[in-house]
């Protein structure tokens, strides 16, 4: 049997909401035309809860792939919990973590499956049968990570004697992200499986549990704006017969992470060189690409980080290509005065003064041009209370437009 792994279209995602919608639907139609069944490790949603233009498309999507005539079928559903089975199509999905709700309630994933759309295999074992041949799904829906070891040990899944059994899960592992000791690690994932299929993690990654497969297809959309995002998005597709795997691309938009170090930059200097990062971008890409520009360095001495202003290029390609700049160029003043601090040298300067000084730097480098004292705001918003702080700088900007005539 040949099972589509595509997983993290994130429906509904506000930044790029039609990209999401257009490539999630192309990867599903692939999917449903080169594979006898389709897994879904999460995520289809972007939020909790949904707009509903957004639950309006995702039903649209899977109406649309459940009219094929699929030759699988879902014949057995074994839940773990109270999750129910509506359909026989062989669409077999789980809720991720941005579609994580409150114990008890339904999240929207969930209401696919009520809908009779997809199989929502949370906390439980699907199997789909097509000529002879099962295939059995367990699904472990996205968990707080310091909920995953008890609910495995609890459900304790076991595979299905004389099936290909397949784990599906949503979270992050310790040996890719080892960020967290809360995170799950691969000897923490049950044994006996023959291929282990994870979402969650936006790039594609091929590896081994046990000495079985593990696959992470990645998202069809574009979401972190991450160096490692750069490359094609897509799904598997693996062979139960021949135990092999295939990467199947979708079409995307195109995407340039751009890294650059400049040492003592000046504002032209800046500019220029981030001018011919954009314009080589936009010329290499058949549509408007999203280009990240990641900058680090230092400022040559003279000037600000306030100076080092793109927003006037990004407004001049606006058209052209969608923009985020992560600029990181360190301000040697302020390394001096944060050094000072370390230290203990303020001779005689608050941190109060020195926090307020960093605060009316950033605003200028923001293009904040407003008549508001930058004093009294910050002290607005130093308030501990936030409802107080946001009420505070709300009445502060009121009376600066009142005696402005604003």
Known sequence: MRIAIVSDLHIGYERFYEDAYTQAKEALNAASELADAIIMPGDIFDRRNPHPDAIGQAINLFREISRKGWKAKV???????????????PVIAIPGTHERVAEGKENPLGLLGLAGLLVDASESMVTI?????????????????ERVKPTLAELDPKPVQGNFNIFMFHQSIYELLPFSDDFIRFDDLPEGFDLYADGHIHNRIVGQVRGKPFLIP???VLTQLKEGEQEP??????????????????????????????DDATPKGLQQKCEEAIVSAIRSSKEKPIVKLFVEGTIADGFKSFDMNLRPLQQRYSQDAYMEVDMR???????EGLGAVREGRLDGVSVKDLGMGIFSA???ESGFDRSVNVAELFDALSMQKKEKALSEASALFEDSARSSGG
């Open 218 to 220: 990645g998202s069809t």
């Open 75 to 89: 014949v057995e559903f074994s839940p773990y919990t109270d999750t129910r089975s509506f359909t026989t199509v």
């Open 329 to 335: 160029l360190a301000d040697r003043s302020l390394e």
């Open 129 to 145: 049968e097509k000529g002879g041949e099962r295939v059995s799904v367990f699904g472990l829906g996205g968990l707080s990570e």
């Open 233 to 262: 998005k897509g799904f598997f597709i693996y062979d139960t017969k021949s135990n092999t795997y295939e990467f199947n691309e979708i079409r995307s938009r195109p995407f340039s992470f751009v890294r650059m170090r400049m």
């Open 362 to 364: 950033k605003l200028a």
